[in-house]
């Protein structure tokens, strides 16, 4: 099992400020979702799309596509114990899928293939409801939302195959106590989310999703932005909106790789119907992840993850490596005057930046997380190493971690919290711990 799976990302939320630009310019009301059943489209064979009396079969006129029991075993094990029955359906533009949601002790969201007649259950929402169901013009690819059991709205993605599509940002929001509300496809590639200042759905910032590049901005700054480009094209996934300043109203980032290969990133700020754009030129030396300079490293450059750590805004961005099998991942805060800064760790040798691990090489696997070991709200950085060492009957991990907490100078060391998070480590995987005599507390990473 990876170390990853016992970071649980925890942050605290903040809500919208009243009367921010972005409000006045992105607000949108929440419109009806309307009725998510479809009737078949004029000249399809074989009548419309419905469901049978007792919710088990689906049927295109008076023929069985499908029936509950057709559906793998895992997929009604998840929903719930039986009876569970379908709900909506709804056709791809093409006719060759069906999207359902499903009710029982869970409400679900699926898809059922016809060419190759098998089915595929993509979201669970235990304890909640499935509130929307749309495909996209093309029918490349599939959108949902629902309601958790304390009525959080989140929104998803899948294309026609089942893959989910996942942006850090809305998985934030999630933390946060924050709704995302699908509103409806803007075209083929690309939908708007409407994010709200709380759990419940009264309105919200309208945001755009682009599936195609996995963005997520802001609606508001999309025009402004492209006035204000960056001088090199940002990479896929590089473009996000979310307030890194503190004042509860969001700012866009666009990552790019300037001439030379360096990682930078232009910051866009609108306060008072104005906007200001700002670049950072490089976002860390190539120094401090192991490199004589940049062009060395891959390619890879985006957002690993939006924090709010004692309640302050943390970046961190996957940043260019040495290494093509480990993640180098870097803290950042945003300043006064808009330039991103790398985060700090306090050790005896001075301030250094925040440069983490995620991967393993070898034997030795390193895995970065956030989680709040104290239970005080605020998260802790956890990086865990883990060594592979023989054992009687199979070969085991024994681990070994360093916890890092935030202050408003930057990162500092918690030693006294490295028991709570090799004991998570413990329970989780069933592996060995060490003590964490043996990190390298003078970088912040073992």
Avoid at 9 to 20: I, K
Avoid at 108 to 118: D, K, L, N, Y
Avoid at 165 to 189: C, F, K, N, T, Y
Avoid at 234 to 250: C, I, K, R, Y
């Amino acid at each position: 099992m990876s170390a990853r799976s016992f970071l649980l990302v925890l942050a605290v939320g903040a809500m919208f400020a009243a009367g921010c630009e972005e409000e006045r310019r992105a607000w949108v009301s929440i419109l009806p979702a309307g009725d998510d059943e479809e009737e078949a489209p004029e000249g399809r064979p074989g009548g419309p799309l419905g469901v049978s009396e007792d919710g088990r079969t689906v049927l295109l006129g008076e023929d069985t596509l499908f029936t509950a029991d057709r559906l793998p075993s895992r997929a009604r094990s998840v929903v719930g114990v039986e009876p569970f029955r379908f709900q909506h359906l709804v056709f791809s533009p093409d006719s060759s899928r069906i999207a359902f949601t499903i009710a029982g002790v869970h409400e679900a969201v699926g898809m059922w293939s016809r060419p190759g007649q098998t089915g595929l259950l993509l979201d669970v929402f235990r304890g909640g409801r499935v509130d929307s169901l749309a495909w996209a013009p093309e029918g490349r690819l599939l959108a949902w939302g629902g309601r958790s059991s304390e009525g959080i709205s989140r929104v998803s993605m899948a294309d026609p195959a089942g893959r989910r599509l996942r942006h850090p940002v809305l998985e934030m929001l999630a933390r946060d106590g924050r709704s995302a509300i699908l509103q409806g496809w803007i075209d083929p590639a690309r939908a708007r989310v409407l994010v709200t200042p709380g759990p419940h759905p009264s309105g919200g910032l309208a945001h755009v999703w682009d599936a195609r590049l996995n963005n997520f901005i802001l609606e508001s700054h999309i025009e402004p932005l492209v006035e204000r480009a960056p001088p090199q094209p940002p990479v896929t996934g590089g473009v996000f909106s979310v307030d890194l300043v503190g004042d509860e109203a969001p700012e866009t980032v666009a990552l790019y790789r300037s001439t030379g290969g360096a990682p930078a990133a232009l910051l866009l700020e609108s306060r008072a119907g104005e906007f200001r754009a700002r670049t950072t030129d490089p976002l860390l030396e190539p120094a401090d992840v192991g490199l004589e300079r940049w062009e060395e490293g891959t390619s890879a450059l985006g957002l690993y993850a939006p924090l709010r750590v004692d309640g302050l805004p943390l970046l961190l961005l996957e940043l260019p490596s040495s290494v093509p099998e480990v993640t180098t991942v870097a803290a950042y805060r945003v300043a006064g005057d808009g330039a991103i800064q790398p985060a700090l760790v306090a050790t005896p040798e001075g301030a250094v930046a925040a440069v983490f691990q995620d991967g393993q090489v070898g034997d030795e696997s390193r895995q970065l997380g956030v989680v709040d070991l104290d239970g005080d709200r605020s998260p802790e950085i956890v990086v865990a190493v883990g060594i592979g060492v023989e054992a009687v009957g199979a070969p085991s991990v024994r681990w070994r971690a360093t916890v890092l907490g935030w202050t408003r100078g930057g990162l500092v060391s918690r030693p006294e919290l490295e028991a709570l998070a090799l004991d998570r480590i413990a329970r989780v995987t069933g592996a060995a711990v060490d003590s964490p005599a043996g990190a390298d507390t003078a970088t912040g990473v073992p």
